[in-house]
């Protein structure tokens, strides 16, 4: 096993990166600060005996490069280093000290500022993992310690993509435990989109309700023997709130999380999560939700998201007259909504509406096209602001039609509908 020093220089498929020091040691390797071009990166070097198949490894590290990064939020490969003495490592961009790994938040160490910071984190991931499965590359080793996230905004990072290999292409890696889908845990499969799927909901309700889908009344004992974790994860997994079944049910003041948490969220988000562990597809009777819907249901869930006078960001339920604040149980009464073809957004001061709210061919929710704001003189007077960069054609309620420009701001309470271009949104008050 080599051991660098500062001052070592590595060979690099397309330069040299200079080893500064040791940041951590793994199962798999070495990681090291290296500067190359002036610029510092992290360089990891393998033991090559954690490695079922080294030389599949390094070529597959290989094509991921030439692959390129399927999304901005992963960590990917920028070069591999040539074979020294039959090891091999590469090089990947630092994660800034501001992201907080995973792990951290399920230890309750880091904490979201509030549910629009988890919403926007639960976005990123599914929409990173459904950028990487469109690319044609399954990740196989989902598990806490591979996401880094910012708390304020949600931002994340996924590393440890060293394991990411084309669909149908093992590299031998099973995953962790409690993270891998029931037929991996049984060995009937090796990794693939689908059970990625699996592993992308655990993680998407562990980020929501901090505690585990499957770990509940059932699975409580004093030592978990290597059977009774093929028993819990493997053979009869069930799922805490299982609509048949509740023997699995979270135990007070042991699951106390996820009993205080999932009544808070909408029965939209709540019926996904029954759905993807329901018996059937946890058995692999039913396909699991693709990230796509994932995507579509957390585009949802922010659009209902509003300020209350508390200070607190809560959930609003649009299709009620009155829902009940998440911190403060105070009422908020509907705010207006834009309903367009496949999304209804509160339009409640501080919320933005996205790209995918006003073109019917655009799942994008990233890109912000308008943002709500309230009068200064008035507040209770709101407006949409067409911040798009075109301009949009509003019918008012009593059938006037105007141009709103870019830039310019519309009051909300008298307008019927605004046509964005070939898609129109309805203003329901
Ligand atoms: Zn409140």
New binding site residues.
């Given amino acids: 096993m080599a051991k660098f020093s500062s001052g070592n220089r590595i060979p690099l498929k397309n330069g040299t990166a200079v080893v500064k020091n040791k940041l951590g040691e793994g199962g798999q390797g070495n990681v090291y600060l290296a500067e190359m071009n002036g610029c510092e990166y992290a360089l990891k070097w393998y033991h090559t005996n954690s490695l079922k198949n080294p030389a599949k490894f390094y070529d597959n590290l290989i094509n991921n490069i030439e692959q390129g990064s399927p999304s901005p939020v992963f960590i990917w490969p920028k070069d591999v280093t040539e074979i020294i003495d039959g090891e091999f490592g590469y090089i990947m961009d630092l994660i800034p000290s501001e992201y907080k790994c995973f792990s951290d938040f399920l230890l309750t160490r880091e904490k979201f500022p509030s549910v629009r910071s988890v919403v926007n984190a639960a976005l990123n991931i599914t929409n990173g993992f459904r950028e990487l499965h469109r690319r044609g590359f399954s990740y196989q080793d989902l598990n806490d310690g591979n996401f880094f996230i910012e708390p304020q905004s949600g931002a994340v990072l996924i590393c440890d993509t060293d394991n990411v290999a084309p669909y149908g292409e093992s590299l031998g890696i099973a995953g962790k435990a409690r993270y891998m889908a029931p037929e991996v845990v049984r060995n009937l499969k090796a990794p693939d989109v689908m059970t990625d799927r699996f592993s992308l909901a655990v993680i998407l309700f562990r980020l929501l309700f901090l505690d585990h889908p499957l770990e509940g009344k059932r699975t409580l004992c004093p030592c978990l023997t290597e059977e009774l974790e093929q028993k819990f994860y493997g053979k009869i997994p069930l799922f805490i709130y299982d609509k048949q079944e509740n023997s699995n049910r979270p135990v007070r003041g042991v699951h106390c999380n996820v009993i205080k948490l999932w009544d808070l969220f909408p029965g939209f988000i709540r019926e996904k999560f029954s759905c993807v562990f329901s018996q059937e597809c946890l058995h692999g009777q039913k396909p699991r939700p693709s990230d796509n819907e994932w995507q579509i249901a957390f585009t949802r869930l922010r659009d209902c998201i509003v300020k209350?006078?508390?200070?607190?960001d809560?959930f609003v339920d649009l299709n009620e007259d009155v829902s009940f604040?998440?911190?403060?149980?105070?009422k908020?009464p509907r705010p207006p909504v834009l309903i367009s073809k496949k999304y209804a957004a509160a339009l409640f001061p501080g919320n933005n509406i996205y790209r995918c709210h006003i073109d019917v061919d655009s799942d994008d929710y990233l890109h912000k096209v308008g943002e709500v704001i309230r009068s200064r003189n008035r507040p209770d007077v709101w407006g949409l602001r067409n911040t798009s960069g075109y301009d949009w054609k509003v019918t008012l309620k009593d059938g006037t039609e105007s141009i709103l420009q870019n830039g310019r701001v519309q009051i909300i309470a008298v307008a019927k509908s605004i046509d964005f271009g070939g898609c129109v949104g309805l203003i329901a008050m």
């Fill in positions: 209350c006078p508390c200070g607190g809560t604040c998440i911190n403060c149980e105070g908020i």
